[in-house]
């Protein structure tokens, strides 16, 4: 029986059995993009497999992960980022240990050369940032071809060889000794479906032991003065998020910055309602962890230099979100996104679809219904206003209806300008997948009042 399994859906149920199985680390999921919850790794599932003794190993892996063109450098800078602050925020990974990043397809040389290590040269790079988070070590899963030329590039300190025996390099690369981890053929152990793996000899795989939660905020905390309003504040310096309900399988409202007031309700397990005005209605739900009843030292008046932070930290993605709009495939996702989220998409759905866009390319908002909803969002994330006729490849573009009822009516991604008027645009409005054309004065379609832009 193999002691090292990796599993792409929720298994915390089977903790136990798991363990009773001989299994002793569980390689889980993160992922920025994916559509499907049960893929990546909660923090209730965590605490779940931590509980029965189980040690976690990491895999990043894309909602296209087994697609060359989700690898450039770019997407490397976002995926790498997103790992980065959901292992330290939302699980507690330590620091030392691996995120490995999957390649899940035979590489061709070409790519290898042109986007799976400048793909890692990405990750390296989000990875060097001073953001405070803990350093990871980065591992790649892949062919032995892709195993081979991330390490040779000095982009990776493990290697986690796919099972797939065809693809190219394999036999080679197993036979170097140089991996970390080696994949074997698919099964299932204790009602689980799964990979085995087998580890190097002698050879460390970056797995880890998840440190014990924080305590989460007494049940009531009002209980001795049910009359009074209890305060206390974000204590996670980049930020802490709002959610619809208490867990990261929920929906992101809003991102409330370092030293936030807010007022707690009830405590969900290690999760926590609170109510941001005072007046007992309930808002949303973070995480306790990242509470505190002391204002943070130097938050007092972080509200501004977070909000422009935001906007620095977004025109980092920009270059990605334009290749997304560019590209069939990242229109499509887009469009398959926003159409499971909004009944009777695509009517009315051009905020859910640029919404999409915008988290394929690592601008974390969240789903947003309403071209004035999410205008407000990117303006509240610290974006500019910028005049018509100075737009540029990467602007978000607002029109104005003056119509009863009066209001927001179209908002699109600028994908490339010509003068002041004519663009080609990406936005809900073509069932092909493809790119437009648009003019910022109208013609035949609503004028667009201004652009937002991330600097």
């Not at 025109?315 to 398959?336: N, Y």
Request: glycine share 10%; net charge negative; with cysteine.
């Amino acid at each position: 029986m193999a002691d090292i399994i990796d599993v792409s859906s929720k298994c915390g149920n089977r903790a136990s059995a798991l363990a009773g199985a001989g299994v002793k680390t569980i390689i889980r999921y993160y992922s920025r993009d994916t559509i499907r919850p049960s893929k990546r790794i909660t923090r209730e599932e965590a605490a779940q497999l931590s509980a029965a003794g189980l040690r976690l190993g990491i895999v990043h892996e894309g909602r296209f992960g087994d697609k060359a063109s989700n690898f450039d450098r770019s997407c490397g800078v976002a995926d790498g980022r997103y790992a980065r602050s959901y292992g330290s925020t939302e699980i507690g990974q330590p620091g030392g240990t691996a995120i490995y990043f999957g390649v899940d397809f035979d590489a061709a040389p070409a790519d290898i050369r042109a986007r799976i290590v400048p793909y890692f040269q990405g990750v390296a790079d989000a990875f060097a940032v001073q953001t405070g988070e803990p350093q990871y070590r980065v591992g790649v899963y892949g062919s032995g071809a892709t195993c081979e030329a991330v390490l040779n590039a000095g982009l990776a300190h493990f290697a986690w060889l796919a099972q797939s025996t065809r693809w190219a390099g394999h036999a080679a690369f197993l036979a170097s000794d140089r991996w970390a981890l080696n994949q074997l053929a698919a099964s299932t152990v204790a009602g689980v479906s799964c990979d085995p793996d087998v580890a190097g000899d002698n050879m460390s795989i970056g797995d880890f032991a998840l440190a014990q939660a924080h305590a989460p905020f007494a049940a009531n905390v009002a209980a001795a003065n049910p009359d009074a309003t209890m305060t206390t504040f974000v204590n996670a310096r980049g930020g802490l998020h709002l959610r619809s309900g208490p867990g990261v399988e929920f929906n992101v409202t809003k991102l409330l910055p370092f030293g936030t007031a807010v007022h707690p309700l009830k405590s969900v397990g290690s999760w926590m309602s609170i109510d941001l005005h005072g007046d007992g209605a309930a808002d949303g739900f973070v995480s306790s962890a990242y509470l505190t009843d002391t204002l943070p030292a130097g938050a007092s008046s972080q509200g501004g230099a977070m909000q422009a932070s935001l906007a620095r930290d977004d025109a980092i993605h920009v270059p990605e979100l334009i290749r997304q709009g560019s590209t069939v495939d990242g229109l499509k996702a887009a469009r398959d996104t926003a159409s499971a989220a909004l009944p009777g998409y695509p009517h009315n759905g051009c905020a859910a679809h640029l919404s999409a866009l915008l988290e394929q390319a690592g601008i974390d908002v969240p789903m947003t219904w309403g071209a004035g909803k999410l205008a407000h969002v990117l303006a509240d994330r610290g974006w500019s206003k910028v005049n018509v006729g100075s737009q540029r490849p990467g602007d978000v573009g607002v029109c104005f209806d003056n119509t009863s009822p009066p209001g927001s009516d179209h908002i699109y991604l600028v994908i490339s300008a010509s003068g002041p008027d004519e663009m080609m645009i990406a936005d809900n409005q073509r069932t092909d997948d493809a790119v437009h054309e648009r003019f910022a004065s109208g013609h035949d379609k609503t004028p667009t009042e201004y652009f937002l832009r991330a600097t």
